[in-house]
């Protein structure tokens, strides 16, 4: 009896030392598909790998307005999924209490491509992204400890937190890296131009000559495959004396960024209007006017547009024509990145 | 085969419980005018009132003269002053250990400013992170003056930065005696050394965060006991 006792003792000692202090088992790291032109993501998915349940809580805290202080403003309201992760409604996006910020909704495509985060590059990782936006007093005027302390007092986010992390606190770092996970997954590799690349469709005529038009005078900044080159740039927009903001430079207080922004991604541009980092461009066709017209020679404009572009009518048409081929309809329309039901 | 089991059976037990380690308190306080902050003891009207002070304390080293005997398993520690619970750390030691010199650095170094976001005390919740640009505060001095001519008199320093030029992060090199160690943030030096008057606020990575850093750092001295 007794050696039988002490044989189960044995047995189950040996198990609870094998088996460790009940850590969370990986449920299998999601990596999301992209093709092979595209260069590896900033993003170390290898060594952080993504987990669905995460990123389920984050799609929900992504679309919940319990993250602003008068809750009304949530993650969607500036970030709508149908239009590139941007809002169309406003050059400037407003948060609580109407309030008017002071910039452009960035769209959210191929975030994990990012080495910094937002038009001055002020956030160095995805993770800590969020907190701009809710601490923002024209934004949601929030605070994060209070944000964890309502989602605490809900009566639903601490299962979805226990399930998503295995363990019974809400802290602040679970919740950032459930909202990053989500951002995470919102990849767009399948326009119409990834289908040509990938040699399964053709562009017409007037899609090829705007495609020549781009690789000439566009590139250089909105370099394929992510129409980015994630610099920043300054591409001789004229302040807004109201707004007077100096971009990057408030950043780094260095002169020579005085003016400069990152280049956005011109991927789903059809759908991410208005354009710059002010919103003051309603319409593509007003952007190239711009360019070909407007832009101004200060200090530090980037060297490729020391002169303004020298293109015809036709061919700016035809530009367009070739922007309108980065249009993601599956990645806008995806049911995974909208309200979750 | 049943004393094997037996011998086995102790053997993972003990295992599982380790050699019991000793605990090294390292205890902060900080004081002006030779009188402790944070004890409920009036402080005279012509020196500041200091109503908040914390920071962080990373990569803590125990060295027996040139040699590193102990290194902190943890990425950092948040050291609130006001609050007693929180103004100590104890270190897991081996018994034993000898050491003469502790060092650490006050603040977070660049690596953990670029690392995504931390658990722990380097949550975010923890109020030492700033919102509208990545990286952490090391330090944040917060009080009233009556030096100062803003209607509230408030003073406001939290100082932080990572990247250069304007790295506020500070190593602390102290030789220390016996145990528990008292570490007091002798504060006089500090304030006879900056205007608060002309710069009551320095709230961003700047020449003037890291010039009030390494003078928070230098203040920092071993107390007796």
């Given at each position: 009896m007794l050696r039988k006792l002490i044989a189960i003792l044995f047995i189950g000692v040996l198990l609870i030392f094998l088996t460790g202090s009940g850590k969370s088992i990986s449920k299998g790291g999601f990596v999301p598909f992209y093709p092979s032109y595209f260069p590896s993501p900033d993003y170390d998915f290898i060594n952080h790998p993504l987990d669905s349940t995460v990123i389920e809580l984050g799609r929900k805290l992504f679309y919940d307005p319990i993250l602003s202080l008068d809750g009304t403003i949530s993650c969607s309201s500036c970030h709508l999924s149908y239009t590139g992760f941007t809002h169309v409604d406003h050059a400037l996006s407003h948060g609580i209490g109407d309030s008017i910020g002071r910039r452009n909704a960035p769209a959210l495509i191929n975030l994990a491509w990012n080495e910094n985060f937002m038009w001055d590059g002020a956030v160095n990782h995805i993770e800590v992204q969020a907190l701009a936006p809710i601490e923002h007093p024209s934004e949601m005027g929030e605070q994060i400890n209070h944000v964890i302390q309502k989602l605490q007092q809900s009566n639903h986010y601490p299962s979805l937190f226990y399930n998503a992390f295995n363990d019974s606190s809400i802290t602040g770092e679970y919740f950032l890296k459930a909202l990053a996970q989500f951002q995470l997954t919102l990849v767009s590799v399948n326009s119409t131009y990834d289908k040509v690349k990938a040699g399964k469709a053709e562009f017409s005529v007037q899609e090829q000559n705007g495609y020549t038009l781009f690789q000439k005078h566009c590139n250089e900044c909105h370099s394929e495959p992510l129409f980015t080159n994630g610099q920043f740039i300054n591409n001789g927009l004229l302040i807004d004396s109201l707004l007077m903001d100096y971009g990057r430079g408030e950043v780094t207080l260095k002169k020579e960024d005085s003016l400069k922004f990152k280049v956005p991604t011109l991927r789903n541009i059809e759908f991410t209007y208005p354009y710059m980092h002010d919103g003051r461009f309603q319409e593509l066709s007003e952007v190239l006017h711009y360019y070909c017209n407007d832009s101004v020679r200060n200090t530090t404009v980037h060297s490729s547009l020391r002169n303004r572009l020298s293109l015809s009518s036709n061919e700016q048409v035809d530009l367009i024509a070739f922007l309108l081929t980065l249009t993601d309809k599956g990645f806008l329309f995806n049911p995974k990145f909208a309200f979750p039901k | 085969m049943f004393r094997f089991v037996r011998f086995f059976f102790i053997g993972v037990i003990s295992l599982q419980f380790g050699v019991a380690q000793e605990l090294i308190k390292v205890d902060f306080k900080a004081s002006l005018n030779s009188q402790e902050l944070f004890r409920n003891v009036s402080i005279s009207d012509s020196l500041p009132e200091i109503t908040k002070l914390q920071f962080y304390i990373s990569n803590i080293q125990l060295l027996n003269n040139e040699e590193v005997v102990w290194s902190d398993s943890s990425l950092a520690h948040l050291i609130v002053l006001s609050d007693s619970s929180e103004s100590y750390i104890n270190l897991q030691v081996d018994p034993g250990v000898n050491f003469n010199r502790i060092c650490f650095q006050l603040g977070i170094d660049?690596?953990?400013?670029?690392?995504?976001?931390?658990?722990?005390?380097?949550?975010?919740?923890?109020?030492?992170?700033?919102?509208?640009?990545?990286?952490?505060?090391?330090?944040?001095?917060?009080?009233?003056?009556?030096?100062?001519?803003?209607?509230?008199?408030?003073?406001?320093?939290?100082?932080?930065?990572?990247?250069?030029?304007?790295?506020?992060?500070?190593?602390?090199?102290?030789?220390?005696?016996?145990?528990?160690?008292?570490?007091?943030?002798?504060?006089?030096d500090f304030f006879s050394n900056i205007s608060i008057q002309q710069s009551p606020k320095v709230m961003r990575p700047c020449n003037e965060a890291v010039e009030l850093s390494k003078l928070i750092a230098k203040s920092i001295v071993v107390d007796a006991p």
């Open positions: - | 660049s690596a953990l400013n670029t690392a995504g976001v931390l658990g722990g005390d380097l949550d975010p919740t923890k109020g030492m992170y700033w919102s509208w640009q990545s990286g952490y505060v090391n330090i944040k001095i917060e009080g009233i003056s009556s030096a100062i001519n803003s209607p509230q008199k408030e003073f406001t320093y939290h100082l932080g930065g990572y990247r250069s030029p304007y790295l506020a992060v500070q190593s602390v090199d102290l030789k220390v005696g016996s145990h528990p160690i008292v570490l007091n943030l002798k504060l006089d």
